[in-house]
């Protein structure tokens, strides 16, 4: 069983390069994201025989153009999701139904 | 890869990549020819709507939200409450208004030949052009503004660049700055594909199908046109295009009101600021400098241009927006955004103040899930800080408290003055040019800034004396 550290030809991956040194940024950005490199990430089909995470790779993307970075992520998972119930938010409901009703409060109705 | 010297062949760039030589619509000093640059398009009405209608974009739903209007009433006075309709662009093939716009672009990379198509975005615009480029055998390619330094990326910015990726679209998700512009030139240069901009007249003219369906659907409805529409703001091209088909289908009185999140305080390219906001589009970090000045675009020319049409302008807090959002779930049994809610947020207090037999329509909704929704927006933001309370508009700071209203009472708009955005605007039209100002510079900026040419004339004196 392969281990989640290193990723096979064809696995999909997620590399991520560097765009800008903060030296190169532009002038109009503000000073704290100039302290800051701009780098990007993109994901695609793993286009050699193997790599690491953290070693440099090259992917194939979805549209077969090449890119070369440094290995970050093999099967990538989206990490976003709902959030847990927020309770300034769920009273909303109820209290505009008890509106709607022509109650004084959700209790009474 | 020397991304930022594409900037110097910025003109030659996106004359290819869009076809359209921008120069040559240049006019007077200061101005272009704006009614000849959408005409460009070549494309009538109905063949826009064949195209739209063949891959399942438009055609919209417009509801009646009879319980919010039913609220609005309850605390308005008597006699007042107009009733509030709502235009589902949710149910479009991609979730959002966007694929309106992306269908002409795509539909013209297609006929002129392109490969491929790339589009700068947030991302709603990006899964409309995967979506389209799908439907049309067109590679796409994304470049989405999408992380802080610390690789931290908002959730509604992951769930859109997850959307492209899932339509098929190269995502190339970058660090925020404004040198994204750099990388898209660089790209569009490198590939020789279509530029997908929200600003050519192809993504605006797309738009103006939304009017006139808003305008067509009221009149077989209701037998006459709105007295409003309400439109988020940002970019200004929801705003432009729904307004331009407005007007072509003859709704001339209906009152066009943008809309934007108050963001005030936050720097959009700043690291810190980036992920410290629970809106990605729609707001006044995007809204008051497109309107002020809209040439800031990724093209010569935007073909956006929102105070050209903008009978008024509100903002609202990001509180307010949680607030309907919930309201739009629980009374209408509708779950959409909250991207998307910022214009029915102002339209549930505009409306208290019209009668009850006028109209208003909400121009649009946004599909939601995970990423887009309330909870995970607020979850973030508690992560990072930002205290959510319950609280009216008094209460807002963004960046650092976000407070959820608790009655339709609560609920405010802040209106913005036109004529404070129409100074700015001219501010920076003329800023480092000395070139007189000619009449017929003073007729296009009255018809861009919506006003009489006597306000041009005396604020161009004003600021030339340096006032």
Known sequence: MRGLQKALRQDWVEIELLLLEPSSRLASVPDDTKKTPLTMRVAGFLDQEEAQIGSEATILTPIRRSWTGTLVEINPRPEHRFGPVVSELQGIGPALRAVLKGCDNDADC | MQIVEALSRRQEI???????????????????????????????????????????????????????????????????????????????????????????????????????????????????????????????????????????GQPEILEKGRACAGLGAEVLQLTVGPELFAMCLFTLESTGFFNGSLYTPYAVVGVETLGYEIAEQMKKQEGRYPDMVVCTHAGGGNLAGTARGLKN??????????????????????????????????????????????????????????????????????????????????????????????SLAAAVVLAKELDQDQILVVQETEYTGAGKHPTAQLELARNLGVRVIQGDRSHDAPGSVIAIPKSMEELGVTPLLLDKLRRSYLKNALQGKDAPVLPEDVRFFAQDLKCEESFIQKTVEELKKGE
């Open chain 2, 14 to 152: 996106l004359k290819a990549s869009t076809g359209l030589d921008y120069a040559s619509f240049s006019r007077g000093n200061y101005g272009f020819a704006y009614e000849e640059l959408m005409n460009s398009v070549g494309y009538s009405l109905a063949e826009i709507v064949k195209l739209q209608a063949e891959l399942g974009v438009g055609n919209t739903p417009l509801v009646e939200l009879k319980n919010l209007t039913q609220l609005v009433r309850k605390s308005a006075k008597k006699g007042k409450g107009a009733r509030i309709f709502l235009k589902d662009e949710a149910a479009n093939p991609s979730g959002s208004y966007k694929d309106r716009r992306a269908s002409v672009a795509v539909f013209q990379a297609k006929v002129k030949g392109y490969p491929g198509i790339v589009a700068a975005t947030s991302g709603n615009y990006g899964a409309a052009v995967a979506c389209q480029g799908a439907k049309r055998g067109l590679d796409v390619i994304v470049i989405q503004e999408t992380f802080d330094s610390n690789q931290l």
């Open chain 2, 249 to 342: 289908a003859g709704a001339t009185s209906t009152e066009i009101v943008g809309v934007s999140v108050n963001l005030a305080g936050l720097h959009m390219a700043s690291d810190k600021d980036f992920n410290r906001k629970s809106f990605t589009t729609g707001h006044t970090g995007f809204g008051i400098p497109f309107a002020t000045w809209p040439d800031r675009s990724d093209v010569l020319y935007n073909a956006a241009r929102p105070l050209r049409y903008m009978d008024s302008y509100y903002t609202v807090t990001q509180g307010e927006v949680f607030f309907i959002t919930e309201a739009l779930a629980k009374i209408e049994g509708m779950e959409r955004g909250p991207a998307g809610n910022t």
